[in-house]
């Protein structure tokens, strides 16, 4: 699980490099599809319910499952870049959302309340506590600060498949749902609406959107729940790999997540 997911947080961190005006999603998906064969590994995405690119890249309103396409990224804009591997038969699936060029402050302000979410969320995920606490995490945060919290998606336990049980919703109240134990392994995926909670799926199939229009932005991390505390899996090998969460470590500024 670590590699599989050192390796997702390694193309990540190449695209977020990549990123800016004029770039192609369509780009950034195969440039991520040749790392990741490379590598050795699979794309979990590309065929799973017919899903059709190796990426996900949601772009502005677009909450998750946006398809890759040759409409140019522009100044201003949000992406959300959300990458799935197998790697010798273990999944990794992590995702960031970057600004192309220079975004706007509010836009700003709805990435770093999103990515704090996420790590709040991490850091419930210990020995002893609940399901639920993670999704009670997401929503106090976002909602203390204006935003909304997407309902119709879930984070989920994640190992020799991409979606295992639990279900995390990202809302609800503390203290129910299954006990969190050493050994689970966690992709926790705050979504988080400037605007109203609600979204809609595109006639592609695929592609959510805000209902309202507004800007959405998107972070997910796989961790595992260890009895010293939370472990990040996604984080790039480049830095050292996995590692004990902090809090100095989850929340922590980088554009990573
Ligand atoms: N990270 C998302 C998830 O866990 C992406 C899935 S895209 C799909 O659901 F194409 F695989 F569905
Ligand atoms: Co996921």
Not at 233 to 247: F, K, M, T
């Amino acid at each position: 699980m670590r590699a599989a997911n050192g390796l997702v947080a390694d193309v990540l961190a190449e695209l977020q490099g990549i990123v800016g005006p004029g770039v192609t999603t369509r780009e950034l998906d195969t440039l991520a599809e040749a790392r990741v064969r490379s590598a050795g590994a699979i794309p979990a995405f590309k065929g799973y319910h017919g899903y059709p690119a190796t990426l996900c890249t949601s772009v502005n309103d677009a909450v998750v499952h946006g398809i890759p396409s040759d409409t140019p990224l522009k100044d201003g804009d949000l992406v959300s870049i959300d990458l799935g591997v197998v790697l010798d038969g273990y999944y990794g699936d992590s995702a960031v959302t970057v600004g192309v060029g220079s975004i706007s402050g509010s836009a700003s302000t709805l990435l770093r309340v999103t990515r704090e979410a996420l790590a709040r969320s991490i850091a419930c995920a210990r020995i002893g506590g609940r399901v639920s606490d993670l999704g009670h995490a997401v929503q106090q945060h976002v909602e203390a600060n204006g935003f909304s919290v997407v309902r119709e998606f879930v984070g989920h336990g994640i190992g020799t498949n991409l979606h295992e049980e639990p279900q995390i919703p990202n809302y609800g109240e503390p203290g129910h749902g299954p006990r969190l134990r050493a050994g689970m392994v966690l992709a926790i995926e705050p979504m988080v609406n400037m605007g109203r909670a609600a979204v809609r799926v595109l006639e592609d199939g695929w592609t959510a959107v805000t209902e309202d229009g507004s800007l959405s932005a998107h972070f997910e991390h796989t961790i595992a729940v260890q009895a010293d505390g939370p472990v990040v899996l996604s984080r790039p090998n480049g830095e050292g790999g996995a590692e004990v969460a902090s809090p100095g470590i989850v929340a922590r500024s980088g554009a990573e997540g």
